[in-house]
């Protein structure tokens, strides 16, 4: 079941580096949170109750619906149609598949008994493939899509270590709301009312 | 003792941000550096002491806990003329000061953190104390910078968490996950080199943008073009230097081991690319606090490429921090100034500054001539380290090019400061009532204190700089 679960993360990451609608978006990201939900609720149940009900809380909650919802509301007032960037349809499925392979190579020849290679390569490959979203696109909400995607490889990096470290799973939690609330809830809505559109081309006031 | 001091923090900032009496809130952050000055005495009292395994006192810590406290509370004082003069309304000041307490208790936090994750979350925490700090003029720029610092600041973050991880897995094999400084460097020599050098380069690269260094180093510029004078002092000195006190503590944790040498050579390639783009950037540039800025990127630079060089070069290191940071932060305080004069930030528009501004203009004289470290600022002393460093390890072809790349952002400091200060140029309206001696004097005493240091290097300042460093190899 779990090889299954991240799997499919895999293949999402795929479709999130394909996706042109802010729609599609919204989608992926609350079905990666569900994912990383179940992934979660699989690998840590040796960890203590209090610990294991945070993690699955934030998962299911923050990522699973928080986030989609918070972007819903944004879209519902703005008008997002494409967004596309430099590399498009299935030129990004071909660079973001070239990365996931690499990013298994990787994991496998680490030689690391300790190291889970599954949730590395996905933890690697999602890092890598948030990193390439936001390179190529220049909308700002794709920008954030691409914050919570790298948010995400992070995650399952902390899961790759095992379930010894779940202060640092928390931590890991702890990063994602701390900053995608502060990045999103405050300073999204200010940039809203300032540039009319969210390209991030708009914003170049600042310069030598 | 720490603990209850970031519990104040916490309830202190939150208090502060509702008080809509703009004097009350004043009060409430000088109250603030009482707390911390008294933490910085208890810490010196108690150094060498760990606390419940989080927190530990250290020479390291202790002297750039000093320089928190001289610039964040002249950087308050300075922000209650800011705050008359512009007619802060009393909501924006109230944020920024819960800002400025929040911000300098995050600080606090790296200095004495003794654990690599509690660490990372003080550092995270910064990047939320100077987002609220950079937003504060609420126009089109400072949103700009602000949206950009945060987004920029939380991707090196989770790229330093990522790091930070990678200790864990090498841990792992050792069957122990002790991530205090301590535990983790006595272990270190036992484990897989391979996770170390991931970890010291994702960690350089994530805190980059907290020291102002290549590669993350564009919105560090930007947040302190756009924030206030006071802010950019702050982030030009107190936040560069936790952020090479984060750096350091990994460096220390791995100096045990096999990688030294490469790390070395990283952070060699890491400070001479710094000092490139400085360069590079401080000849095209006409914005004076941007001037300023990448200024502060080129001695982030010089500090990273004398740490590598080992030996000699940590004392420089650590000694150039010192005075850069009261050095740079006087310039930017007296940048507040010029912009209340002038109206502007460009240096087109700016002339004849000693003569409308005689104090401020001897600010900016005594500060050019410390910031291109000519004698006797404390700066020249530290740079001739660095040089015999580069020398002593036979790299004296690296020291022909750094000291090119020096001689040029010379040249770009030289023709706009001086431009500033002596030519006379078709300026708009000027209101020199905009000048504040107190102000000025605050800065010249700064400035004072970096010639007397190189002057005559107080033994004390160098028998402390001496014990941070002994952990460190030879």
């Known amino acids: ?208 | 003792m720490i603990e209850i001091f970031l519990v104040i923090t916490i309830i202190l900032a939150a208090g502060t941000a509702f008080v809509r009496n703009i004097n009350i809130s004043h009060i409430m952050v000088f109250g603030y550096f009482i707390f911390l000055a008294g933490l910085g005495v208890y810490m010196a009292e108690h150094v060498g002491e760990t606390f419940s395994e989080y927190f530990l006192s250290d020479y390291m810590g202790l002297i750039f806990m000093a320089v928190l406290i001289v610039i964040s509370f002249s950087s308050a004082l300075h922000y209650i003329t800011f705050a008359k003069k512009r007619e802060v309304r009393p909501a924006e000041a109230a944020l920024h000061n819960a800002g400025t307490i929040f911000f300098t208790g995050a600080m606090t936090g790296v200095l004495f953190a003794a654990h690599f994750g509690v660490l990372w979350a003080f550092v995270e925490a910064t990047t939320i104390g100077a987002s609220i700090l950079i937003y504060h003029n609420r126009n089109h720029e400072s949103l700009e910078a602000t949206w950009k610092y945060l987004f920029v600041c939380s991707i090196g973050v989770a790229i330093a968490f990522a790091g930070i991880l990678f200790l864990g897995l090498a841990s792992q094999e050792k069957g122990s996950i002790d991530f205090t400084y301590a535990g983790f460097k006595a272990i270190a020599p036992t484990l897989y080199p391979g996770w170390l050098k991931a970890c010291f380069l994702l960690v350089v690269t994530g805190f980059s943008v907290k020291m102002g260094l290549v590669p993350l180093f564009n919105v560090d510029i930007d947040a302190k073009d756009a924030a206030p004078s006071q802010v950019g002092a702050s982030l030009s000195s107190v936040l560069m230097n936790a952020g090479f006190v984060a750096i350091y503590r990994f460096y220390e944790a791995f100096s045990g081991t096999s990688i030294l040498p490469w790390m070395n050579t990283f952070l060699l390639i890491t400070g001479v690319a710094s000092l490139f783009f400085a360069a590079v950037y401080a000849l095209r540039v006409r914005n004076i606090k941007r001037l300023f800025a990448y200024s502060s990127m080129e001695h982030a630079g010089l500090v990273i490429i004398a740490f590598a060089c080992g030996g000699i070069g940590y004392f420089a290191a650590i000694l150039h921090l010192i005075m850069h940071s009261l050095t740079k932060s006087s310039l930017f305080f007296q940048v507040s100034q010029m912009h209340r004069i002038y109206n502007t930030k460009l240096d087109e528009g700016i002339g004849s500054y000693l003569k409308i501004n005689p104090i401020g203009g001897l600010v900016i004289l005594l500060g050019f001539l410390s910031i291109i470290a000519l004698p006797p600022s404390g700066l020249f002393i530290s740079e001739l380290m660095m040089v015999q460093a580069l020398i002593t390890n036979n790299l004296w072809w690296l020291a022909v090019i750094i000291i090119g790349l020096v001689l040029v952002i010379i040249y770009g400091l030289a023709t706009r400061m001086l431009g500033i200060l002596f030519i006379n140029k078709p300026n708009g309206n000027i209101y020199e009532k905009g000048a504040t001696v107190w102000e000025s004097v605050i800065q010249l005493a700064l400035i004072l204190l970096v010639f007397y240091i190189g002057l005559l290097r107080p033994q004390v300042i160098v028998d402390t700089i001496n014990l941070a460093i002994k952990t460190l190899p030879i």
């Open chain 1, 1 to 208: 079941m779990e090889d299954f679960i991240i799997i499919i993360f895999i293949i999402s990451l795929i479709y999130l580096a394909k996706a042109e609608m802010i729609r599609s978006y919204v989608g992926l990201l609350a079905f990666q949170g569900l994912l990383l939900f179940f992934t979660a609720y699989y690998k840590l149940q040796e960890i203590d109750v209090v610990h294991l009900s945070f993690i699955l809380i934030e998962t299911l909650i923050f990522k699973a619906l928080f986030v989609p919802v918070f972007f819903l509301r944004i879209i519902k007032s703005k008008n997002h149609r494409n967004n596309t960037g430099p590399v498009k349809g299935y030129y990004s499925v071909l660079i973001s598949s070239i990365i996931i392979a690499i990013s298994f190579m990787v994991a496998h020849n680490m030689h690391d008994e300790h190291l889970q290679v599954k949730y590395f390569t996905a933890a690697i490959a999602s890092i890598f493939v948030g990193l390439f979203i936001a390179i190529n696109h220049k909308d700002i909400l794709t920008h954030l899509t691409s914050y919570l995607v790298i948010e995400n490889g992070i995650f399952l990096l902390s899961l790759a270590l095992g379930s010894e470290m779940p202060m640092f799973v928390n931590a890991a939690i702890l990063l994602d709301i701390f900053t995608s609330v502060l990045i999103m809830g405050i300073f999204f809505n200010r940039l809203k009312d300032y540039f009319q559109n969210t390209e991030i081309g708009t914003l170049s006031n600042l310069k030598d």
